[in-house]
């Protein structure tokens, strides 16, 4: 079967639905405060993290091996390079590797591309990059025996620096969960500790194992500590801080505290439809949050969000940085083909049996047009007219300062402080059943 033949096209969604009326669209915008560290501030106070670090125990000329993932972090090759100067500064020699589990395609040189896109090449960050799916074993847990394995140049290393960011994950709630401990785990694992921890996450909940390993390879391996970074509600860099090994679980259970109060969400708690323009794993681990979209349909022994509640999601292209990891994918209703156009199922399908969870990455009915994926996910919610249709198209998970509101939210919006009604609805505009308008976030 050839791939295009897997898109419905909108004459048939059209004849299908009707040719249902679809809602006009305004803009609403989020009013937040936010005091985020300016532009040329990032370098002293990314220097101030490294050098709050206890280097007592690095020899003099020692190597020390800077762990940087695949995450969307703002501003994140300006800050590995500013950890990578102040490291020199204290007389050490930096490297930086990839510490990102199974991503890129689970081969040194996707591990390498994939930091690339991010804007960390070894000409941006001063330093070499070595990218390596070679491991070593350097331990095992007490009650289970499980085996903790870590990258084996940075394991050979005088000292460890992961760099991360703290924020809620997608997958389980935990004391800690994606942070500079997870990236431990499950990012310097490489492929082959992903998959242990996720293999052994059926019967031993991510909650549970990830404190326990992560004190099993603070013991046994050099690190020097890890610099933590929390972005604000416009994923601006609100927090950098360098975290001691002893104060890894602790201080990090705190700086999620303070993630969880700063993520954006949607202002909104029952909607009928959301469309997604873009999804990814530079975006969320499971390519659309699931905080923010209350869905958690693949996690392992895990609930869902209790809000909101959406009834339809419609998503409509990949991230170029995801270099065509769909992960999450199976958490929408509808897609646009651009998705499996721009689907890579090797490298989707790798990241799905490396975290157990296959069913994030079925594949939901596909359309042709923008148009046809509104139709689609407004005449299969339940009989509500346009001017009740609760509809928000946002450009992915993690921007949503900025979004298209339906007539019926530009209301709600008017009456409430945290929002602000920053255009008047009109009808949607297509072309070639394509949405005109730009994606929110850039409008």
């Not at 000329?61 to 390079?81: F, K």
């Not at 958490?331 to 296959?358: F, M, R």
Request: charged share 25%.
């Amino acid at each position: 079967m050839e791939r295009d033949s897997l898109s419905v096209p909108e004459t048939v969604v059209r004849e299908t639905t009707g040719d249902q009326s679809l809602p006009e669209m305004g803009v609403v915008e989020q009013v937040w405060e936010t005091d985020p560290i300016a532009p040329v501030d990032l370098e002293a106070a990314t220097r101030e993290a490294v050098e709050s670090l206890d280097w007592s125990g690095v020899p003099d000329g020692g190597e020390v091996a800077v762990g940087a993932g695949s995450r969307g972090i703002a501003n994140l090759s300006t800050i590995v390079a500013g950890v990578v100067a102040a490291v020199r500064n204290l007389g050490y020699e930096p490297f930086v590797f990839p510490a990102m589990g199974s991503h890129g395609g689970a081969t040194g040189e996707g591990q390498r591309a994939k930091l690339a896109a991010l804007g960390v090449t070894e000409s941006s960050v001063g330093c070499e990059i070595r990218s390596s799916m070679d491991v070593v074993e350097i331990g095992r847990t007490d009650e289970r025996d499980v085996a903790v394995v870590a990258d084996a140049n940075a394991a050979g290393a005088d000292a460890i620096l992961p760099v991360n960011r703290v924020k809620p994950h997608t997958d389980f709630d935990g004391r800690v969960e994606s942070g500079l401990s997870k990236m431990l785990v499950i990012g310097i694992g490489k492929q082959r500790g992903a998959k242990i921890a996720h293999d052994w996450a059926v019967d031993w909940s991510l909650r549970e194992m990830i404190p326990e390993i992560t004190e099993r390879l603070l013991a046994e391996l050099p690190v020097a500590g890890g610099v933590a970074i929390v972005e604000d509600q416009h994923d601006d860099t609100g927090i950098i801080e360098g975290i001691r090994p002893e104060g890894f679980l602790d201080r990090e259970a705190e700086l999620l505290e303070t993630a969880y109060e700063l993520m954006p969400t949607l202002p909104f708690d029952e909607l009928d439809a959301v469309v997604i323009d873009r999804m990814g794993k530079d975006v969320s681990g499971q390519g659309m949050d699931t905080n923010v979209i209350g869905r958690r349909p693949f996690a392992i022994n895990e609930p869902a969000p209790e809000t909101p509640e959406i009834k339809r999601i419609f998503t409509r292209g990949l991230t170029e940085t995801t270099h065509g990891n769909a992960m999450g994918m199976g958490s929408a209703d509808v897609v646009h083909e651009d998705v499996l156009t721009g689907l890579e199922p090797d490298k989707t399908l790798i990241n799905a049996i490396t975290a157990s969870t296959v069913r994030g990455v079925r594949l939901p009915p596909v359309v042709e047009t923008d148009r046809a994926g509104l139709l689609v996910a407004l005449s299969t919610g339940g009989v509500v007219s346009p001017e009740d249709a609760r509809v928000l198209r946002v450009t992915d998970t993690m921007r949503l300062d900025r979004m298209y509101a339906s007539p019926a939210l530009l209301a709600e919006a008017r009456e409430r402080d945290d929002l602000r009604v920053a255009a008047e609805a009109t009808p949607i505009e297509f072309e070639d059943g394509q949405f005109v308008a730009p994606t929110p976030h850039e409008s």
